[in-house]
């Protein structure tokens, strides 16, 4: 059996690296088959800043835009977030997609691709647990950090990961294949 993973992107500026860092990520996952991945651009799936007047909790959305986004997660068994660091922060992008939900992020992993300068991200990943935890994710601790990621973009444009950062990336999807059988077991037995 497969276990449904999505990869989100969460930059959307114009120009944007984080697809390029997607694009390495996804190589690496091509190799793991215990996943089906479904690649989730926050740009293409173009939120608008949340516009729903009850609590996600609730789950009486009234927009096809907010119904569509549950129906995605709802169906997702664990996520990758690749994401940049933002004035130590996360962005904004990846807070409101994630604000727009409740019910249908609980009880599933999350483990993050981040990039920067000499941080690698780790600040925008540490303030991102903070939401991740209150929506009842379990984040993971290993993680893909990629510091001075620029310096890993070639004459054409395409990221090459090195062999510390590929390792880091095998590490994780072993704990989140793991995370993801546990939870999907324990969301199973929900009542
Ligand atoms: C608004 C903004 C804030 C940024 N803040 C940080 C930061 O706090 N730490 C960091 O390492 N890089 C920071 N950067 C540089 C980003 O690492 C770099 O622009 C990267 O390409 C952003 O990811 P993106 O291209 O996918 O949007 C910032 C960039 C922008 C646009």
Do not use: C
């Amino acid at each position: 059996m497969k276990y449904q993973l999505k990869v989100i992107i969460a930059s959307t500026r114009p120009g944007r690296k984080g697809p390029l860092i997607a694009h390495w990520f996804l190589d690496i996952l091509k190799q793991h088959s215990d996943f089906e991945v479904e690649v989730l651009d926050l740009k293409e799936i173009n939120l608008p800043f949340l516009d729903e007047p009850e609590h996600p909790r609730l789950q009486n959305y009234k927009h096809g835009h907010t119904k569509k986004w549950s129906g995605i997660i709802n169906s997702a068994d664990s996520f990758i977030f690749i994401t940049p660091e933002y004035n130590f922060g996360y962005p904004a992008t990846l807070k409101n997609a994630l604000d727009y939900l409740f019910h249908e992020w609980q009880e599933k992993p999350v483990g993050f691709v981040s990039y920067g300068g000499v941080s690698a991200g780790t600040r925008a990943v540490q303030a991102i647990k903070q939401t991740v935890t209150t929506l009842g994710m379990v984040p993971l601790m290993q993680a893909v950090n990629i510091p001075f990621f620029t310096q890993l973009i070639n004459e054409d444009g395409v990221f090459e990961g090195n062999a510390n950062l590929e390792k880091s990336a095998r590490s994780m999807l072993k704990q989140l294949l793991r995370w993801t059988k546990a939870l999907k077991e324990m969301r199973g037995k929900r009542e």
